[in-house]
């Protein structure tokens, strides 16, 4: 992890994302492997001997203490005395808790709770904070300012943060770099840009955002990709390195696709589905179903032009 | 189903009638136990203060219950917390055994147990009673303990531990904090369970002689009022020890239950609360 | 590494639970000479207790004692449970406390009101000759079957209830509901319903209620009179008066196994039931 980075752990449920933090965190052994901090090898480390602290995903905060007891609780384990309470205010004030320093945790709301348990976490000054889903408790409106204040936080502090969630979204908004999860192995690695637009595999491009794939079989590879398909030879940037008569996939992205054109493609409507701000047109063209937007609904059996913008897309490997 | 509930009265009265009695009749101004009643009198418990061996059998009971409770309780906890991380065989071992004692009649086991001293050349007394009564209610207390030790949250300790707490600092500043009102019920138990006790004192009690040893040899020969008013003061103190236990526990688990919760002033309603013994790590 | 904290546990009960058992079963093999105890090995005491018409007859009273307290507390403790079942969550820790007061009242006191309670003059005669309902006072209640197993099924009924009840806590509601809507009376929806699901607590109390009622010594012989004669009273009396220690240990020891053939068979039923398998199995 490069220092001072806000990275992320995505991926579905049961890929191993939170397995990885709990080793970091020394809670689980990696059966190989090692994890090195600062150039120093903790793995045979007991976890409260690693300069890493974690965020559960239940916050997990001491029902039988106050706030303020929660958030110094590092410091009393290690017997600090006397300039405890400033930091512990500080900590506080960081996450602008301090008003309820003498509450206790069931007293609170749960967007309360989580900003005490990063509060709590923080104040031992760690180099590494984990975070475990920490948002997935809190409601979707929560959850957005929430996660601006973390990524300030976190800019703040300037201490690096592994962050582990499944929705893709929140991993977008918060992260410096993404690590993208499949089944137990790393299917991408790359800043959220890139992770969109040149994904390494099929997965990651269905797992991040909408994405319609195209099947077919490249015909040429070097930094662009020939790629020959039902919808005819389609010339884009690869997404990973292939080679010709491999079978890959086009990716293409609702929002690259022009319903109406100019374009090559006839694509007929099957039907149009409200979003709210937008449509989205559910089409099919030579039997690859195909999803793009529009202001306006069109009446389904509608045959349309099609059109994309090739610098856009991207062309990359079946995945596993 | 309010039905079934009005029969929980007639039932309580009943659980409460041999209670009702005793008490009554400890205040009753008449030598014979017999309605209808005579009247009130304080005589039978003023005869108390003058009665040396009812004060000394309720020191005695004490000095017995006290030291039991807390073995019982004690113990029960370390058992329960040895059963949490135990292998399977050995727990499936500790906990038959458990089983076995709770079993077999106390009076069997008291038989026993003065057999085995009387083999091992020891003598029956104070530390025999209090060893076996310590035994005898061990499932009880390691049950008591157990339930809150199951209840635990595991996050909460690996949190401790994630911040820094060696697993020895775990226990005392989060485990044995939260586990506090089951044991103090396990003491309660214990101690209310000795007190109760007559069988294995008749027993293992020797030349010590517990309230319950008092009043049993003294009404071999007849009911006396003032048999009642002595039991009624154990049962007064009985009660005591029960309330005490109880409202302190009251206490604890009013601070833990959730108040009604205020919105964050980003939010307009707050977030669900997921319990955190659900969220299995799935990953 | 936990397992250290076992120790001290498991110490205290082979000392004190273990041993005396097997330092019983090793007297039962020695012999007595003039009040004095002689180490031996043999099988005297063995024999005369299995053989022993007394011994199997107190025996079987034991088995009968047990049996009828765990029906009667089973009749009784059932309407309670289900009602303390369907209280809410306040009054059910009160409700507890309240079931418990058998407990806390001791041995000795409960057996010295119920000797007051059941006496010819005692408030259940007079309320009985006062009403009319008797010219004058029974001598049945005391000193007969009746006190022991009136007593016996007071002592006991908590912990069948509370065996009972913790089972009925994990019934759904809506099951039972589920059942009278389709048609059935209370009664058939208890005996459909309730009564398989809660059966795994039913037995479990069933055991814990036998073992204590079958073992319990003071009640029946300060209750009973010439009835309250138990096989706990003999092996008292062998143990004590006698002095005969290896006959005493030996229809210990017998009763003992009678005890567990009752929780083999328990373990059995409990084992073969659906209930069982639905409550451990984590379904409902």
């Known amino acids: 992890m490069p220092q001072g980075a806000f990275v992320t752990l995505l991926g579905p449920s049961g890929c191993g994302k939170t397995t990885i933090l709990r080793c970091i965190a020394g809670f689980e052994r990696a059966d190989t492997g ?8 903790i793995g045979g480390l007991p976890p409260e001997r690693r300069p890493v602290n974690t965020v559960f995903q239940s916050y997990a905060l001491f029902p039988h203490l106050t706030v303020a007891r929660n958030v110094g609780f590092a410091l009393a384990v290690r017997g600090t005395v006397g300039r405890d309470d400033a930091r512990i205010r500080r900590a506080l004030r960081t996450v602008r808790m301090e008003a309820l320093a003498d509450r206790y945790p069931h007293e609170l709301s749960g967007g309360q709770q989580q900003r005490i348990a990063v509060a709590r976490a923080l104040v031992a000054e760690p180099l590494l904070l984990l975070l475990d889903e920490p948002f997935s408790a809190l409601d979707r409106g929560l959850r957005g300012h929430l996660q601006l204040e973390l990524k300030a936080l976190q800019r703040e502090l300037g201490t690096a943060f592994l962050h582990v969630t499944h929705d893709q979204e929140e991993a977008f908004a918060l992260s410096d770099l993404l690590v993208v999860m499949n089944a137990g192995r790393i299917a991408q690695i790359g800043s959220p840009r890139e992770v969109y637009s040149r994904p390494a595999d099929s997965f990651v491009a269905n797992f991040l955002g909408e994405a319609s794939l195209v099947p077919g079989r490249v015909v040429e590879a070097r930094e662009r990709a020939v790629l020959e398909t039902a919808l005819g030879m389609v010339e884009a940037p690869a997404g990973a390195p292939l080679s010709p008569g491999e079978r890959a996939v086009l990716v293409l992205r609702p929002e690259q696709l022009r319903p109406g054109g100019p374009g090559p493609w006839r694509a007929r409507v099957r039907q149009s589905v409200y979003r709210g701000d937008r449509f989205l047109l559910d089409l ?37 | 189903m309010r039905s079934g509930r009005r029969l929980l009265l007639p039932a309580v009265a009943v659980l409460y009638l041999p209670i009702a009695v005793l008490v009554l009749f400890s205040f009753n101004d008449a030598e014979v136990m017999a309605l209808p009643l005579s009247g009130f009198t304080l005589r039978w418990y003023a005869a108390l203060r003058a009665n040396e061996a009812f004060l000394a059998g309720l020191l005695t009971s004490f000095r017995i219950a006290v030291p039991v409770g807390l073995l019982a309780a004690g113990l029960g906890l370390l058992t329960a917390l040895g059963l949490r991380g135990a292998a399977s065989g050995l727990r499936a071992l500790v906990l038959l055994l458990l089983l076995a004692i709770f079993l077999v009649p106390k009076s069997v086991l008291a038989i026993g147990q003065a057999m085995l001293l009387q083999l091992a050349g020891l003598s029956r007394g104070y530390w025999a009673l209090v060893l076996a009564q310590a035994t005898a209610f061990l499932p009880f207390t390691t049950l008591l303990v157990g339930a809150a030790v199951l209840r635990l ?39 209310i369970l000795s007190l109760a006790d007559a ?46 236990g109880l409202a302190r526990r009251h206490r604890r688990r009013r601070a833990a239950r959730p108040a009604p919760v205020e919105p964050d002033h980003a939010a307009r309603r707050p977030g669900p609360r997921r319990s955190a013994g659900s969220i299995a790590g799935r990953c | 590494m936990s397992a250290l904290l076992l120790v001290p546990g498991l110490l205290l009960v082979l000392a004190m639970g273990v041993a005396p058992l097997l330092a019983m079963a090793l007297i039962g093999f020695w012999s007595v000479d003039e009040m004095v ?14 053989g022993s018409a007394t011994i199997l007859g107190l025996l079987g009273r034991a088995l009968l004692y047990g049996s009828a307290t765990v029906l009667l507390c089973a009749l009784l403790g059932y309407p309670i449970a289900l009602a303390m079942s369907r209280l809410p969550p ?10 418990l007061t058998p407990l806390y009242v001791g041995e000795i006191a409960r057996i010295y009101a119920w000797r007051i309670l059941l006496g010819v003059n005692g408030p259940i005669n007079w309320v009985l000759v006062e009403s009319g309902l008797l010219d004058e006072p029974t001598r049945v209640l005391l000193y007969t079957p009746v006190s022991t197993l009136l007593a016996l099924v007071y002592n006991n009924l908590p912990f069948m209830t509370l065996a009972i009840w913790i089972a009925a806590e994990r019934v759904d509601l809506r099951l039972v509901e589920a059942a009278r809507d389709l048609g059935g009376r209370p009664f058939a929806a208890f005996r459909r319903v309730t009564l398989p699901l809660t059966s795994p607590g039913l037995l479990a109390g069933a055991l814990a209620t036998f073992a204590l009622a079958a073992g319990d010594q003071l009640t029946p012989a300060l209750l009973g009179g010439t009835s309250g004669s138990t096989a706990m009273s003999m092996i008292d009396s062998l143990f004590g008066v006698a002095f005969d220690w290896p006959l005493a240990a030996a229809t210990a020891w017998l009763l003992l196994i009678l005890l567990l053939g009752v929780a083999l068979l328990v373990l059995l039923l409990t084992a073969r039931l659906p ?4 409550v451990l199995g984590g379904g409902r």
């Open chain 1, 34 to 41: 090692s994890i090195r901090l600062d150039g120093r090898e």
């Open chain 2, 153 to 191: 949250d595991r996050r909460l300790e690996e949190a401790a531990r994630d911040l820094g707490a060696s697993p020895l600092v775990t226990l005392r500043m989060v485990t044995l904090p939260l586990l506090a009102p089951a044991i103090l019920a396990a003491f309660s138990a214990g101690m």
């Open chain 3, 90 to 99: 306040l009054l059910k820790g009160a409700a507890t406390v309240v079931l």
């Open chain 3, 275 to 278: 209930a069982t398998r639905i």
């Open chain 3, 37 to 50: 105890l002689v180490p031996d090995l043999s099988a005297r005491a063995w024999l005369e207790a299995a």
């Open chain 2, 199 to 244: 069988t294995l004192a008749r027993q293992l009690a020797g030349p010590v002689q517990p309230l319950s040893l008092v009043v049993a040899s003294a009404f071999q020969r007849e009911l006396r009022p003032d048999l009642n008013a002595m039991q009624t003061v154990l049962l007064a103190v009985t009660f005591l020890v029960l309330g005490l």
């Open chain 1, 284 to 320: 099919e063209a030579a039997g690859i179903g195909l999803a793009a937007y529009a202001a306006e609904p069109i009446a389904p059996g509608s045959e349309i032009a099609l059109g994309f913008e090739p610098e856009r897309t991207c062309i990359t490997r079946l995945a596993a």
